[in-house]
Every structure is written in structure tokens, then in C-alpha cells.
């Protein structure tokens, strides 16, 4: 479980137990104590396995715009059970929700030490970008590669995101990220513009529990919050209904806008509209009048589980140019 630590006294004592325990890479006494000394002013996370300190992490803004991941550890035994990417996640959250616009990160270029060597792959499979090595910084025996991450970049956005159907932290969705993320579906275009994609946002409890207690079998039972898609199948010009592909630009700008707050989602459809027609039981339950169909449920919440990137054909079997077939 990740939690912020507010109280600056607990948060130099988790960054002690774990810096101390991790001396291949927080080798030199004096910086570690630096490290230590400074995590007390900056805003925390840890990670917590049966109530103990698993890891750590901080982030220190460096600009206006930019904010660096300070430094983050995690005890050895707990490598490859996806608590650095967890702590990252909610690190990346909160600084999108502060509004800076790139994170940075140093570490000990590649190719240098084996362990480090593992700390890039790392920085890497996050999405960080290396912007430059400079040995000025820790000297040439250790030259310094520095990462970056545009935290609004559109396309990384869109290479992050996975349907996600693993379980989800408790704590609620503020508001005004579910609005932000209601607004970017109903940014979205619509057949001769006539908008036939609406929306329900639950966040209430009751609502959700309800609305859970009838998808059988079960799916995003741990959800905080949910947006219930919409569609009223209106013509948009003669005979032309639209409403499947204007809702569907919809839910596609809505889970990229979820991804980018920090949040995950899956597109439920199929679930909830087969013969059984949870879609109706869903409307029943929500007061959805006459002339709309619920047609999708979008979870909403942060990821307590590894977020899993399905397998995709390749390119070249999916994309030609000029000519189909042609490379
Ligand atoms: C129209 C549509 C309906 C879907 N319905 C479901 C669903 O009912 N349950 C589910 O788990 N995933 C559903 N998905 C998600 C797909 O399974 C998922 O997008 C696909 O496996 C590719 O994985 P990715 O989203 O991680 O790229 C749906 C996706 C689409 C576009």
C-alpha cells in the first residue's frame, strides 16, 4: 500500500531504514544523509508491506515547469513486484495535478555498474527520456545521465494506456478530475456535431455499490468512481446514426484523459451489454429516461496492481502505405 507522508521526522526515518538497507547504490555516507536530511521538506510516498517501510520516494521541483524525482528505493526483496512503479504512479499524479509540465531524474549513465545499469532500465520502462549525460555533476567516474518526461505529452499519453482490470486504491476521485475527465469526453467530435454521447459520473457510495452489487459476473468491484456512458441513437442526417462512433471518441478521450491524471480505466462494454442487459439494470438504477442506451461503464481510480500492457500485432501487419499490403 502507498501512502503520503505528511510528518517530516517519519519521513526521514523511512528514508534512513531504506537508504541504509540499499548501500550498493546509496553507497557514500555523506550524500545519503543529504538524501535523508532533505526528504524531510519534500512532498513523500512510501510503500508499506504488512506495516513495513518497503520503499520510498520524493520529488523536489527544480523549476517552475519541472519537478525531479529526487530519489526513490526500494529494499531488494521487494525488486520486480511492481512497488517502484506504484510509488512513481502516485508521484507522476500528484506532480500532474500541481500543473508542472516535465519530470526529471538522475541517475549513473548506463554501462557503467550492473546495478545501475538496472535503475535506467527502470527509469526507461516509465517512459523517462534521456535528455543529457553530464559529468560535471558526480564526476567522470560516474557520469551523470539525466532523464526527462513531459508529463502532458499527448502521444505518451496514448502509449500508456492499457485496459486496466486489476484492483484499485480506496481513496475517492476528487471532483474536479472527474469533471476534467467528463469535459475531455464530451470534447470530443460527434457526427454533424450532434453531441449524442452523454454522461453519468458516480461518486456516491450508495450509487456505486448498487450499480456494483448488479455486474455479474463481477468487474471494477473496487473502483472509487465510475463514468456510465450514454448514447441516444439520434440520426445525424437521413438514415446515419452515429451515436456508436461518436460515443466511442468519447470513451477514447476520457480513458487518455483518466491515464494522464494518474487514474486507470477499462472500456466495459461487452460485459455490460450482452443478453444478460446489465446496461438496462444500470439505467434503471441511475434514472436514465427513455431514448438513451447505457453503453459502456468507465472505472475510475489509481492502480493498486501492475498495469499490464496487452500484446499488439505488429506495425507492418497492420498499417500500409499507398497500396494496402504495401510497406
Ligand atoms: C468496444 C469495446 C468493448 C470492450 N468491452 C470490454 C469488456 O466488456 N470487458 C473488458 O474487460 N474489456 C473490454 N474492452 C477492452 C478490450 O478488451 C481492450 O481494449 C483490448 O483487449 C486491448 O487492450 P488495451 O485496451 O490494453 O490496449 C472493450 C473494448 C472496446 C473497444
Known sequence: ?????????????????????????????????????ESAGQPFWAAFENDTPAGFLCLKETGKETVELAVMGVRKEYHRNG????????ARHFAVNEGYSFMQVKTVRSGVYADYDITNEFYKSLGFKELEVIEAVW???????????????VLDIISKRHSYRGRFFEEP?????????????????????????????????DVLNNVKSLIDPPVAQTAPAMIVVLAKR??????????????????????????????????YEGHITDDDRICDKIAAVLGVPEGYDVVCILPIGRALDEIKAPAKKPFEERVSFNHFGDK
Open 1 to 37: 500500500m502507498i501512502r503520503f507522508i505528511e510528518d517530516p521526522a517519519e519521513r526521514q526515518k523511512i528514508s534512513r531504514e531504506i537508504l541504509e538497507a540499499l548501500t550498493d547504490w546509496f553507497e557514500v555516507e555523506e550524500s545519503r544523509e543529504q538524501y535523508i536530511s
Open 83 to 90: 512497488i517502484g512503479r506504484q510509488l512513481f504512479e502516485a
Open 139 to 153: 564526476g567522470e567516474d560516474n557520469p551523470c545521465q539525466i532523464y526527462v518526461m513531459d508529463l502532458k505529452s
Open 173 to 205: 476521485v476528487p471532483r474536479k478530475d472527474l469533471e476534467t475527465i467528463a469535459l475531455a469526453g464530451i470534447d470530443a467530435p460527434s457526427g454533424c456535431n450532434k453531441q449524442t454521447t452523454e454522461l453519468v459520473i458516480i461518486d456516491d457510495p
Open 234 to 267: 439520434i440520426n445525424a442526417y437521413r438514415d446515419k446514426c452515429f451515436a456508436t462512433q461518436d460515443y466511442s471518441a468519447a470513451i477514447e478521450n476520457m480513458l487518455l484523459a483518466a491515464v494522464s491524471l494518474g487514474y486507470q480505466s477499462c472500456w
